[in-house]
């Protein structure tokens, strides 16, 4: 078989009809897929929760009465561990670990937010703890196994 020899498909219809090519339609100067239009941009992207115009879901949601603003019923725990702790070179032996001193070198963000201490690796340092409002078992354990001393757990006011 040469090149001479080869026919044309049966299947292969007229350029003419062949939609949705590039600009490769013949008929007009862009395609069906709409190449040109808004949606065909790489910038383009639209907000998931768009509803065409009708208020969202997300504005609608807070005007029931049921809805809670559920983030301010929630208190805010600031995380610190015995680790970073130990291996602080500002930290020295027999520091009395407050929320001051902890806000000052930068574990917590605000003095009025819970502080929990959580142990994930070794401590050996002697340390006092004060005014620390909540420890994990295995912190409160590793504490007392190095000397160290925990003075005032914060008491927490419960209202009725």
């Known amino acids: 078989m040469k090149l001479h020899d080869l026919k044309r498909s049966s299947w292969l219809t007229d350029k003419a009809k062949r939609r949705g090519r590039w600009n490769s339609s013949g008929r007009w100067n862009y395609s069906w897929k709409w190449m040109k239009w808004q949606k065909a941009r790489t910038w383009y992207s639209r907000n998931p929760g768009f509803e065409w115009g009708q208020t969202s879901l997300v504005q609608r949601r807070p005007k029931h009465k049921w809805f ?93």
Do not use: P
């Open 68 to 160: 809670k603003r559920y983030f301010k019923l929630l208190e805010e725990i600031s995380v610190v561990n015995l680790w970073t702790l130990n291996k602080d070179e500002r930290i020295k032996e027999k520091d009395c670990v407050n929320k001051k001193l902890l806000k000052e070198f930068g574990y917590i963000k605000k003095e009025s937010a819970k502080v929990k201490i959580l142990w994930n690796w070794d401590f050996s340092k002697v340390l006092d703890f004060d005014g620390i409002d909540l420890f994990s078992k295995t912190a409160s354990d590793k504490i007392q196994k190095a000397g160290a001393k925990i003075l005032e757990k914060k008491s927490e006011k419960k209202s009725d």
